[in-house]
C-alpha cells in the first residue's frame, strides 16, 4: 500500500475539477488508518468562473483529503454567506485571499501571510482574529490552492498573458516533489480536451462563421481539420512528448468515435484511429521537434484492455473495436446515461520485464456501485424549491418581465391559471364516458355499453367507439395527474409568504431512495453545510405550462407502462416487442412529450426551428438514469425538466451535480449560468474515482514500495 498522499497528478482542460476530485477522494483504509495516496500538484483551467471552483476545491481538499478532517469553520461560513448572499462578512474574504491577482505570487507560507497584511489590512486583521484558532492551516491550504491551480489557456487565446506552454509549470510542480523524495519524479496526466467539435450536437450547431472560417479555399467546405477546436487534442500530445508523464487518461466525448478528419489528398479518415496512433508516439505526430523526447505509450481501453490496446502494430488498429473506448457512466453508479471516450496510456518502457498480457489484465473498471441509479434516487431527498415568475405573455410575440418583488406572488397566480387553461384543452379529446381514478382501477370501470373494460379489448378496438383507447385512457390520467397537483400546489401556498416556506412544507414522494454507497459518496464530510448552488431560476409563465404538463405526462406514461407490463401476457408481448415500442408504434405514445402533444394543449413553443429538435422539452424521468447533462443546462432548462410535477421547474445546479456524482460540499463559483455550464462540462467524480482505482492497480504493478 501506498502513503497518504504519494502519487502526484496533474490535471489539464481540468474545468471545475471532476477528475481532480476523483482522484483526490480515491482512498485505501490501512486498519484504522485512511490513506488518500493521489494528491494534486497541478491543474489548469481557462475559464474564469471554473478556474474560481477549482481553486476554492483545491483549498477544502487540502483539510478532507490530505488532512483527513472535516471542512473548516472559514469554509463552511464562506459558503453559508454565499447562500444567503450576506454582505461584509469575515469569511467573505477568503474569495479574495484564494483568487485575488493584487498578490505577487509567494515562495512561503510567511511571506503569503505579509502579503495579506500589507493588501488587505484591517480587513486581514478581523479574519485573522475570527478565525485564529485555525490560521495557520488556512494560509497553508490558500497557499497551496493558490500555487496549484492556474488560470491558464493550453492552445488558444481566449485567455491574454495566461496562454502558452503549460510544461515548465509541470516541471517545478515535479522538482517540488523531487525535493521532498529525491527518487521520486513520476506523475500521472489527466484531463479530457474541449470536444465541442467532435460532439453530436456540436457538429449540428456549427455556426456560420465556423463554416467561414474553417472551409477549404479550393471547394468552399468545411474542413473538420482546420477547427482549432479539433486538434486541442495536440496540446494534450505536447504535455506528453515534453514530460513523460508515466500514465494518463484522457477523456473525451463519444461523438469522437464517428468524427472523420479530412487529409490533404481528400481521403477521410476517422478520429479516433488518428487520436490513438498519435497518442501512442506523441513526439512522431508533432513532426519530431528535438527538445520532444521519442517516448511511446501502449493506449488501452478501461473496460477490456485485454483485447482493446495499440501499442505500435499498424494491424491493432484495425482489429480495434472503438465502441470498446467507451464508458458508460450509469454502469458504475453515476445516474446519468453519460457514455464517454476514456483512453488510458502507459508509457511503454514500464511494460519492460512485464508481460504485456498480464498487465493489461487488470485494466479493468471495477463494478462495485448499483448500475441504472435513477435520478429520483440521486435526487430524491434534496429539499423541495419552487420558481418564481420571469415574465408573462402579453400577445403572441411579446412578453413583460415581472418585478422581483412580485415574481414569488405572480408564480401562485400563472401556475394556477395553467394548469386549468391545459386540462380544458384536454378535455377537447375526451370521450365522456370516461372515468377512472388510475390505471390500476381500470379493471373495474365499464365503458358506455356495460362492459368491464380489459386491455386486451383496448389493444385490439382502439379505434372504435364502444371501447374507449389507450389514448384517451392516457390522456384523462394526465389530466387527473394536473388537477391533482393544482390541488396540492393550492395547498402549499395558501398562508405562504415566500418559496422557501413553500419548499418546507412538501417532500417530493419518491418511491426509491438513494443507495447507501451513493448517498455516503454526497455526504461525505458535509456536516454542519447548507445545501449548496440548490436555487431555481425563474421561469415564464408558458414555460412553466410546459414543464408541469411535460412532468404530468412522464408521469402518467410510467403508470400505464408499468400497467401494460404488468397485464399483457408474455406471450403477446413478445409479438408486438416492448411496451414502449408497441405504445409509440401502435398509439403514437412516445415516453417523453412532443411537440405535437404540446400543440394539442395550445403549448407549442413559438420557435422558429421547432424541428430540430422534436424533444426540446425533456422531463429527466424519476424511475430512470437522467439523460446526459452538458453544458446546454446553462441556456434555458428545457431539456432538464424535474420530474415532480409539483416543483414544475427545471433542475437547479445542485441536482445537476448530484447527477454528475458532486459531493454535496462542493460549491461551484460564478454566476448561476456559468455553474451550469461547469457541471455540463464536468468528468463525473464518482467515475474518476473508479479510473483512479485503476490507475492504483498499474502503479502498483511499476512503482511497488520495497516491504
Same mark, same amino acid.
Given at each position: 500500500?501506498?502513503?497518504?498522499?504519494?502519487?502526484?497528478?496533474?490535471?489539464?482542460?481540468?474545468?471545475?475539477?471532476?477528475?481532480?476530485?476523483?482522484?483526490?477522494?480515491?482512498?485505501?483504509?490501512?486498519?484504522?488508518?485512511?490513506?488518500?495516496?493521489?494528491?494534486?500538484?497541478?491543474?489548469?483551467?481557462?475559464?474564469?468562473?471554473?478556474?474560481?471552483?477549482?481553486?476554492?476545491?483545491?483549498?477544502?481538499?487540502?483539510?478532507?483529503?490530505?488532512?483527513?478532517?472535516?471542512?473548516?469553520?472559514?469554509?463552511?461560513?464562506?459558503?453559508?454567506?454565499?447562500?444567503?448572499?450576506?454582505?461584509?462578512?469575515?469569511?467573505?474574504?477568503?474569495?479574495?485571499?484564494?483568487?485575488?491577482?493584487?498578490?505577487?505570487?509567494?515562495?512561503?507560507?510567511?511571506?503569503?501571510?505579509?502579503?495579506?497584511?500589507?493588501?488587505?489590512?484591517?480587513?486581514?486583521?478581523?479574519?485573522?482574529?475570527?478565525?485564529?484558532?485555525?490560521?495557520?492551516?488556512?494560509?497553508?491550504?490558500?497557499?497551496?490552492?493558490?500555487?496549484?491551480?492556474?488560470?491558464?489557456?493550453?492552445?488558444?487565446?481566449?485567455?491574454?498573458?495566461?496562454?502558452?506552454?503549460?510544461?515548465?509549470?509541470?516541471?517545478?510542480?515535479?522538482?517540488?516533489?523531487?525535493?521532498?523524495?529525491?527518487?521520486?519524479?513520476?506523475?500521472?496526466?489527466?484531463?479530457?480536451?474541449?470536444?465541442?467539435?467532435?460532439?453530436?450536437?456540436?457538429?449540428?450547431?456549427?455556426?456560420?462563421?465556423?463554416?467561414?472560417?474553417?472551409?477549404?479555399?479550393?471547394?468552399?467546405?468545411?474542413?473538420?481539420?482546420?477547427?482549432?477546436?479539433?486538434?486541442?487534442?495536440?496540446?494534450?500530445?505536447?504535455? /506528453?512528448? !515534453?514530460?513523460?508523464?508515466?500514465?494518463?487518461?484522457? @477523456?473525451?466525448?463519444? +461523438?469522437? #468515435?464517428? =468524427? *472523420? &478528419?479530412?487529409?490533404?489528398?481528400?481521403?477521410?479518415?476517422?478520429?479516433?484511429?488518428?487520436?490513438?496512433?498519435?497518442?501512442?508516439?506523441?513526439?512522431?505526430?508533432?513532426?519530431?521537434?528535438?527538445?520532444?523526447?521519442?517516448?511511446?505509450?501502449?493506449?488501452?481501453?478501461?473496460?477490456?484492455?485485454?483485447?482493446?490496446?495499440?501499442?505500435?502494430?499498424?494491424?491493432?488498429?484495425?482489429?480495434?473495436?472503438?465502441?470498446?473506448?467507451?464508458?458508460?457512466?450509469?454502469?458504475?453508479?453515476?445516474?446519468?446515461?453519460?457514455?464517454?471516450?476514456?483512453?488510458?496510456?502507459?508509457?511503454?518502457?514500464?511494460?519492460?520485464?512485464?508481460?504485456?498480457?498480464?498487465?493489461?489484465?487488470?485494466?479493468? /473498471?471495477? !463494478?462495485?456501485?448499483?448500475?441504472?441509479?435513477?435520478? @429520483?434516487?440521486?435526487? +430524491?431527498? #434534496?429539499? =423541495? *424549491? &419552487?420558481?418564481?415568475?420571469?415574465?408573462?405573455?402579453?400577445?403572441?410575440?411579446?412578453?413583460?418581465?415581472?418585478?422581483?418583488?412580485?415574481?414569488?406572488?405572480?408564480?401562485?397566480?400563472?401556475?394556477?391559471?395553467?394548469?386549468?387553461?391545459?386540462?380544458?384543452?384536454?378535455?377537447?379529446?375526451?370521450?365522456?364516458?370516461?372515468?377512472?381514478?388510475?390505471?390500476?382501477?381500470?379493471?373495474?370501470?365499464?365503458?358506455?355499453?356495460?362492459?368491464?373494460?380489459?386491455?386486451?379489448?383496448?389493444?385490439?378496438?382502439?379505434?372504435?367507439?364502444?371501447?374507449?383507447?389507450?389514448?384517451?385512457?392516457?390522456?384523462?390520467?394526465?389530466?387527473?395527474?394536473?388537477?391533482?397537483?393544482?390541488?396540492?400546489?393550492?395547498?402549499?401556498?395558501?398562508?405562504?409568504?415566500?418559496?422557501?416556506?413553500?419548499?418546507?412544507?412538501?417532500?417530493?414522494?419518491?418511491?426509491?431512495?438513494?443507495?447507501?454507497?451513493?448517498?455516503?459518496?454526497?455526504?461525505?464530510?458535509?456536516?454542519?453545510?447548507?445545501?449548496?448552488?440548490?436555487?431555481?431560476?425563474?421561469?415564464?409563465?408558458?414555460?412553466?405550462?410546459?414543464?408541469?404538463?411535460?412532468?404530468?405526462?412522464?408521469?402518467?406514461?410510467?403508470?400505464?407502462?408499468?400497467?401494460?407490463?404488468?397485464?399483457?401476457?408474455?406471450?403477446?408481448?413478445?409479438?408486438?416487442?416492448?411496451?414502449?415500442?408497441?405504445?409509440?408504434?401502435?398509439?403514437?405514445?412516445?415516453?417523453?412529450?412532443?411537440?405535437?402533444?404540446?400543440?394539442?394543449?395550445?403549448?407549442?413553443?413559438?420557435?422558429?426551428?421547432?424541428?430540430?429538435?422534436?424533444?426540446?422539452?425533456?422531463?429527466?424521468?424519476?424511475?430512470?438514469?437522467?439523460?446526459?447533462?452538458?453544458?446546454?443546462?446553462?441556456?434555458?432548462?428545457?431539456?432538464?425538466?424535474?420530474?415532480?410535477?409539483?416543483?414544475?421547474?427545471?433542475?437547479?445546479?445542485?441536482?445537476?451535480?448530484?447527477?454528475?456524482?458532486?459531493?454535496?460540499?462542493?460549491?461551484?463559483?460564478?454566476?448561476?449560468?456559468?455553474?451550469?455550464?461547469?457541471?455540463?462540462?464536468?468528468?463525473?467524480?464518482?467515475?474518476?474515482?473508479?479510473?483512479?482505482?485503476?490507475?492504483?492497480?498499474?502503479?502498483?504493478?511499476?512503482?511497488?514500495?520495497?516491504?
Amino acid at each position: 500500500m501506498f502513503m497518504h498522499q504519494s502519487i502526484p497528478f496533474v490535471d489539464i482542460f481540468a474545468g471545475p475539477g471532476g477528475l481532480s476530485e476523483g482522484f483526490s477522494a480515491y482512498r485505501q483504509c490501512d486498519g484504522s488508518e485512511l490513506r488518500h495516496p493521489f494528491y494534486s500538484i497541478l491543474s489548469a483551467e481557462k475559464e474564469e468562473s471554473a478556474f474560481c471552483t477549482l481553486r476554492l476545491r483545491a483549498f477544502l481538499r487540502y483539510f478532507i483529503y490530505r488532512k483527513n478532517e472535516t471542512a473548516p469553520k472559514v469554509y463552511i461560513d464562506y459558503v453559508s454567506d454565499r447562500t444567503r448572499e450576506a454582505k461584509n462578512t469575515p469569511a467573505l474574504l477568503l474569495s479574495e485571499l484564494i483568487h485575488s491577482r493584487d498578490i505577487s505570487p509567494a515562495s512561503c507560507i510567511a511571506e503569503l501571510r505579509i502579503s495579506f497584511v500589507n493588501e488587505f489590512k484591517e480587513q486581514w486583521e478581523v479574519f485573522a482574529s475570527t478565525y485564529k484558532e485555525h490560521l495557520d492551516d488556512i494560509l497553508t491550504a490558500i497557499f497551496h490552492a493558490r500555487h496549484d491551480v492556474k488560470h491558464f489557456e493550453l492552445g488558444g487565446d481566449d485567455v491574454p498573458d495566461k496562454k502558452g506552454n503549460i510544461s515548465p509549470y509541470i516541471e517545478r510542480a515535479l522538482a517540488e516533489v523531487c525535493t521532498n523524495n529525491a527518487d521520486y519524479h513520476e506523475f500521472i496526466l489527466v484531463g479530457g480536451p474541449p470536444c465541442q467539435a467532435y460532439s453530436n450536437a456540436g457538429r449540428s450547431r456549427r455556426s456560420a462563421q465556423d463554416l467561414k472560417n474553417y472551409m477549404c479555399g479550393d471547394t468552399g467546405k468545411y474542413v473538420f481539420d482546420k477547427d482549432p477546436r479539433a486538434t486541442l487534442y495536440k496540446e494534450y500530445l505536447k504535455v /506528453l512528448a !515534453e514530460n513523460e508523464p508515466a500514465i494518463f487518461v484522457m @477523456e473525451n466525448v463519444r +461523438g469522437m #468515435l464517428s =468524427a *472523420q &478528419f479530412t487529409n490533404a489528398d481528400g481521403t477521410k479518415e476517422q478520429v479516433w484511429k488518428r487520436v490513438v496512433s498519435e497518442l501512442h508516439h506523441p513526439s512522431k505526430a508533432l513532426g519530431g521537434i528535438p527538445s520532444f523526447k521519442s517516448t511511446k505509450y501502449v493506449v488501452t481501453s478501461l473496460v477490456s484492455g485485454k483485447t482493446c490496446f495499440y501499442s505500435g502494430e499498424e494491424s491493432q488498429l484495425s482489429n480495434i473495436n472503438p465502441n470498446d473506448f467507451l464508458v458508460r457512466a450509469s454502469d458504475f453508479g453515476v445516474p446519468q446515461h453519460r457514455d464517454r471516450v476514456i483512453l488510458l496510456g502507459i508509457r511503454a518502457d514500464l511494460l519492460d520485464g512485464h508481460s504485456i498480457d498480464e498487465v493489461l489484465t487488470t485494466v479493468k /473498471l471495477p !463494478e462495485i456501485f448499483a448500475h441504472n441509479v435513477s435520478v @429520483e434516487q440521486a435526487i +430524491g431527498d #434534496l429539499p =423541495a *424549491q &419552487f420558481s418564481t415568475l420571469s415574465s408573462v405573455s402579453t400577445d403572441f410575440a411579446k412578453r413583460k418581465s415581472i418585478p422581483t418583488s412580485k415574481a414569488e406572488t405572480e408564480w401562485k397566480k400563472a401556475i394556477c391559471i395553467q394548469i386549468k387553461d391545459i386540462a380544458r384543452e384536454i378535455d377537447k379529446y375526451l370521450p365522456k364516458n370516461i372515468n377512472i381514478k388510475s390505471f390500476d382501477e381500470w379493471k373495474d370501470e365499464v365503458n358506455s355499453t356495460g362492459k368491464k373494460l380489459y386491455f386486451s379489448e383496448i389493444l385490439e378496438n382502439k379505434k372504435s367507439d364502444n371501447t374507449i383507447t389507450i389514448n384517451a385512457l392516457f390522456k384523462f390520467r394526465i389530466k387527473q395527474i394536473l388537477e391533482q397537483t393544482g390541488i396540492k400546489i393550492d395547498e402549499l401556498t395558501k398562508g405562504a409568504d415566500s418559496k422557501f416556506n413553500i419548499g418546507s412544507k412538501y417532500n417530493w414522494p419518491v418511491d426509491h431512495e438513494c443507495p447507501e454507497s451513493l448517498l455516503s459518496w454526497y455526504k461525505y464530510k458535509s456536516a454542519g453545510l447548507p445545501i449548496l448552488n440548490h436555487y431555481p431560476r425563474g421561469h415564464m409563465d408558458t414555460d412553466i405550462a410546459r414543464y408541469v404538463y411535460s412532468s404530468c405526462y412522464a408521469v402518467a406514461y410510467r403508470e400505464l407502462e408499468e400497467a401494460l407490463k404488468a397485464d399483457i401476457p408474455d406471450r403477446v408481448l413478445s409479438k408486438i416487442g416492448t411496451v414502449k415500442d408497441f405504445l409509440k408504434k401502435e398509439h403514437s405514445i412516445y415516453d417523453r412529450v412532443s411537440l405535437d402533444d404540446l400543440k394539442e394543449v395550445s403549448l407549442a413553443p413559438d420557435h422558429k426551428n421547432t424541428q430540430s429538435f422534436v424533444d426540446r422539452f425533456k422531463v429527466q424521468r424519476a424511475e430512470s438514469p437522467a439523460t446526459t447533462v452538458t453544458c446546454h443546462l446553462s441556456k434555458d432548462g428545457h431539456y432538464y425538466i424535474h420530474p415532480d410535477p409539483v416543483q414544475c421547474r427545471s433542475l437547479t445546479v445542485r441536482e445537476a451535480a448530484r447527477l454528475q456524482t458532486f459531493p454535496d460540499n462542493y460549491f461551484f463559483e460564478g454566476k448561476p449560468t456559468q455553474q451550469r455550464t461547469q457541471v455540463g462540462n464536468a468528468v463525473p467524480p464518482l467515475l474518476a474515482t473508479h479510473i483512479s482505482s485503476v490507475i492504483y492497480e498499474l502503479w502498483k504493478t511499476f512503482f511497488a514500495p520495497p516491504t
